[in-house]
């Protein structure tokens, strides 16, 4: 992915996402532009799904602005590109020694119909 969108990482991220708020397009993107954004975030969605779970939530953001693409939503995938390069040889690590404690919790919210915007 790094040779195939020219991405060169000098420092790893510490976050997938930049910390403001990303709000959608106001004004229209271009053919190329949503092309472009497309293609990004279709690549960032396999590694999201079968081996970095760390940034899932940022593709399924990044995934909400598909159809009209801003400079700002741009620059987030790519922020989001070199996190995952640049975090490439790192881990999650469970510890084995967890002797009757509960370490997992699952919870889900699925009222979904109540918010106009997803």
């Not at 990004?40 to 995934?63: E, M, Q």
């Amino acid at each position: 992915m790094a040779e195939k969108y020219n991405v060169i990482v000098k420092k790893p991220l510490k976050a997938p996402l930049p910390t403001a708020e990303l709000v959608p397009n106001e004004g229209t993107a271009t053919a190329q532009q949503t092309y472009a954004y497309q293609q990004h975030v279709g690549s960032l969605n396999f590694p999201a799904v079968i081996t970095r779970p760390d940034i899932s939530k940022a593709v399924s953001k990044l995934s909400e602005f598909l159809q009209n693409p801003s400079i700002e939503h741009l620059a987030a995938v790519d922020q989001t590109l070199e996190y995952i390069i640049g975090t490439k040889y790192l881990a999650i690590e469970y510890n084995g020694n967890q002797q009757d404690n509960q370490i997992f919790i699952a919870l889900s919210d699925s009222s979904c119909a109540d918010d106009k915007e997803t």
